[in-house]
């Protein structure tokens, strides 16, 4: 008779009850090649703004920015498609980057900002180019060029009117946001030849045993 532990009996059950697939709003972020991240979201009615189904997905997509320590996140991404987005830098993330940086970027701070329905107008139709990535396509980063400066103005989730004009490193946050809005990835709008795996080099010095987590 075979010899099975009780560990790979408890392994070999737990195989056979398999759960029921998450349901959006997700936990993850969901990543290129979802069919979601190609869809163009859907307003939110303003009636809706306050309703328990719009909050609980705001309320995830704060404990998913958290989660992944990310700047910017759109509700497609957690697998709603509605125009909903969430900006964030904090001096957190700017630790990231050298004071020349800070400066050559314009990197500022701004608080966590929930912004429904956004409608984005450019100020500044300069274009500046600068290296991006996205937890959407893991383990990738590339050059993108976005204007200057911008104005976004929506909602917050109390259905308070919200305004922001932003400049440099924040102008380009909610650009890429809005573009997830609109079912387009900075693939779309990069230089291809600046496409790069961001840990090619450890991938060398692994022999090439690298793997890439898709959740913190």
Wanted: hydrophobic content about 35%; proline content about 6%.
């Amino acid at each position: 008779m075979r010899h099975l532990s009780y560990k790979k009996i408890k392994s070999w059950y737990c195989g056979l009850v398999q759960r029921p697939p998450p349901t959006p709003p997700y936990s993850h972020i969901i990543q290129i090649g979802d069919p979601l991240l190609r869809t163009v979201a859907q307003p939110v009615a303003i009636e809706e703004i306050k309703s328990s189904e719009i909050q609980h997905i705001v309320k995830k997509l704060k404990a998913v920015i958290k989660q992944y320590g990310c700047v910017g996140l759109s509700a497609p991404q957690i697998g709603i498609a509605l125009r909903i987005i969430l900006l964030e830098f904090t001096s957190k993330h700017a630790k990231s980057y050298t004071k020349d940086e800070i400066i050559h970027q314009q990197i500022e701070i701004l608080p966590q900002t929930v912004i429904i329905n956004p409608e984005l107008k450019v100020l500044d139709y300069t274009k500046v180019v600068q290296t991006e990535g996205c937890e959407s396509i893991k383990g990738y980063i590339a050059d993108v060029a976005r204007y200057q400066q911008v104005e976004v103005k929506g909602v917050d989730e109390n259905g308070n009117t919200v305004s922001l004009n932003l400049k440099g490193w924040l102008a380009r946050i909610v650009q890429h946001e809005m573009d997830h809005l609109n079912g387009k990835l900075y693939t779309d709008v990069m230089n291809r030849k600046t496409l790069t795996c961001s840990c090619w080099q450890v991938v060398n010095e692994k022999r090439g045993k690298v793997e890439i987590p898709f959740s913190p």
